[in-house]
């Protein structure tokens, strides 16, 4: 399975900012150490990918740093050229992944990706462009799909990939979080199933199992892109669920299998993931990948 990975365009952050991405160096580390995949560098996104989801005022002062600062607080990140280029790479990582499971591979991952806060003219959550959203519509400019579905597993609401997508019919959302977890004004995705807090494993997966038959069915979709986040994991510090490591790679192995066996290439990205011990999550998205070779033949 091919890996595409950005972490080494590493971002110079204080040190209270370096939490939500300090888990992508180690997961890397983890998937060499472990075999778990081809390792790869992507290519950036170019400013014709970024412009099939996002303004070309909000482009223009993300890249020239004309942001204000509430604008960059709303994202939680700094302003810099590096995260400008790391942003780009982080959504190249998704288009490299969603073009390499429609080539015959039939899965592959990013080892970064699932920004869904991100919206058209603006940023926020930790995401300032909307990979998923993104890399649906080039792989349609590119002629390799008609429909997309996105599968997003994050414990946070994908607004971001609502909003963008609200009256685009050719790619169907499914977003599956905690009801009174960030984000706290939701939009309407296709399908958005919420869950109290404190949510276990079971019941959990029963509400996936009902949301993926239903997304997968009405979707007709030639791609799904999986944003398989660790963040409903019950020790982690944004999640507020109790799903256990063993529930969140059953929910893994729910949703290969039914994109499996209904023929859909898959593009898998980590989304989110904030365990108090940093090592839980990187083992999460580690499960995800062992899994995916498993089930993608390698």
């Known amino acids: 399975m091919k890996l595409f990975y950005s972490d080494t365009f590493v971002l110079p952050l204080p040190e209270g900012h370096r939490f939500p991405i300090a888990k992508y160096a ?6 060499a150490a472990e075999g778990l995949g081809e390792l790869i560098v992507p290519a950036a996104a170019d400013d014709q990918d970024i412009l099939r989801a996002h303004t070309a005022d909000y482009l223009h002062r993300i890249q020239t740093g004309a942001m204000s600062d509430r604008e960059m607080r709303q994202i939680g990140f700094p302003w810099s050229p590096h995260l400008v280029e790391r942003s780009r790479r982080s959504v190249g990582a998704t ?10 591979d039939g899965i592959a991952a990013s080892l970064a990706g699932g920004t869904h806060h991100a919206f058209a003219d603006h940023g926020e959550g930790y995401c300032v462009f909307n990979d998923s959203v993104i890399a649906a519509r080039v792989m349609q400019a590119e002629g390799r799909v008609r429909r997309v579905v996105i599968i997003d597993c994050d414990v946070h609401q994908g607004n971001g990939i609502a909003a ?11 977003s599956i ?33 009902r949301g993926l038959d239903h997304a997968i069915e009405q979707s007709c979709a030639d791609l799904a892109i999986y944003l398989a986040g660790a963040d409903p994991y019950e020790d982690d510090r944004l999640g507020r669920l ?23 290439p898959v593009a898998i990205t980590m ?20 899994l995916a070779n498993a089930i993608g033949g390698g």
Do not use: Q, W
């Open 177 to 209: 979080h905690g009801a009174k977890n960030y984000p706290f004004r939701k939009e309407r995705s296709n399908l958005d199933i919420a869950l109290e807090d404190g949510t276990d494993d079971a019941a959990y997966l029963v509400a996936l199992e």
């Open 26 to 31: 180690m997961l890397r580390e983890r998937a």
């Open 271 to 290: 989304a989110g993931g904030y365990a108090r011990n940093i090592a839980d999550t990187v083992d999460i998205h580690a499960s995800t990948l062992r």
């Open 164 to 174: 963008i997508l609200a009256g685009d019919e050719t790619i169907f959302s499914f």
């Open 95 to 104: 288009i490299a992944a969603c073009r390499t499971a429609l080539s015959g």
């Open 242 to 264: 109790k799903v256990t490591k063993m529930g969140l790679l059953e929910r893994d192995r729910m949703v290969l299998e039914a994109c499996r066996s209904a023929g859909i």
